[in-house]
């Protein structure tokens, strides 16, 4: 121990210094250590906790991601499904309209090929009339001697050979 005496250090203060720590020890020991373990077993036993808890809330929030995942693709399929539904009401409507429209059509272009047929019969028949009654006059001034019921007969009787050679 001579070698360490010129610095400070002899037998007497080693002694003191480990009784000293192992007072130290012991008065921790007794007061501070259970009081510090049981700070620390709480603070794990917390931790821990929180961490399950932690693990619970992400298995919950992945449920409901998962779920709500499902949820638009439901919807997205209705919509999908109605949309499709709604075109094909859309065509249908198309074509029964676009039908009605030519039927309607159809009906007027009939219609009205029908007063025009009726309207060139009767203008027809009305240049006939008159036609035969403009032969008629001129036959008179000519066969003055015929009686006018002879003249009238030929005048029809021929008209009609005409018409229906033409």
Do not use: C
């Not at 005496?5 to 501070?32: K, T």
């Not at 992945?62 to 919807?75: G, M, N, P, T, Y």
């Not at 159809?106 to 007063?115: A, F, I, M, P, V």
Request: cysteine-free; aromatic content about 4%; proline content about 2%.
């Amino acid at each position: 121990m001579s070698k360490v005496a010129p610095i400070g250090i002899d037998g007497y203060s080693i002694l003191q210094y480990l009784l000293s720590y192992g007072i130290l020890l012991a008065v921790l020991g007794y007061f501070m250590y259970p009081k510090l373990i049981k700070v620390i077993d709480e603070r794990r036993s917390a931790i821990k906790n929180n961490l399950e808890n932690a693990e619970k809330l992400q298995l919950e929030l992945e449920k409901q991601v998962a779920s709500h995942i499902k949820e638009k693709k439901d919807l997205l399929e209705d919509f999908r499904v109605e949309r499709e539904k709604a075109l094909k009401e859309i065509a249908e409507k198309r074509k029964t309209m676009l039908k009605e429209v030519e039927e309607q059509t159809e009906k007027l272009r009939t219609e009205s090929q029908n007063k025009i047929d009726q309207q060139q019969r009767g203008l027809i028949l009305g240049a006939e009339d008159k036609l035969v009654m403009i032969m008629k006059s001129i036959l008179k001034d000519v066969l003055v001697d015929v009686p006018e019921e002879t003249i009238e007969k030929s005048v029809v009787n021929a008209w009609k050979k005409q018409k229906n050679e033409l």
